[in-house]
């Protein structure tokens, strides 16, 4: 049974840091790219970052790049989110997800990823 978990949200200031973890079973996991996506309210959900399953690849969209750093650790079948330099902003329910297609460094639809978790919420105030 695949599953997918995802942990560490909570409240940050303005600036603050968060790390999102996703604990993953089920499926071969170093076989998947691997994904966070998030989703405010009133908004549609947006790919965040995404990785490659060497981890030799990755996707960020263009809001969050020099701020998060997506990475993996496939010994424990674990993806990490590292958030620096939060903004109100980024304020949103994350998810973790798992594909085995990579759509390349450009984008990440969340259309290809068929299996999600539960979500984190973030919450960043001012």
């Known amino acids: 049974q695949v599953q997918v978990v995802e942990s560490g949200g909570g409240l940050a200031q303005a600036g603050g840091s968060l790390r999102l973890s996703c604990t993953a079973s089920?499926?071969?996991?170093?076989?998947?790219?691997m994904g966070w996506f998030r989703q405010a309210p009133g908004k549609e959900r947006e790919g965040v970052s995404c990785i490659k399953w060497s981890g030799a690849s990755t996707y960020y969209t263009d809001s969050v790049k020099g701020r998060f750093t997506i990475s993996r650790d496939d010994a424990k079948n674990t993806l990490y989110l590292q958030m620096n330099s939060l903004k109100p902003e980024d304020t949103a329910m994350y998810y973790c997800?798992?594909?085995?297609?990579?759509?390349?460094?450009?984008?990440?639809?969340?259309?290809?990823?068929?299996?999600w978790g539960q979500g984190t919420q973030v919450t960043v105030s001012a």
């Open positions: 089920g499926f071969a996991f170093d076989d998947f790219v």
């Open positions: 997800a798992a594909s085995r297609f990579w759509s390349g460094p450009r984008s990440c639809p969340s259309d290809r990823f068929p299996y």
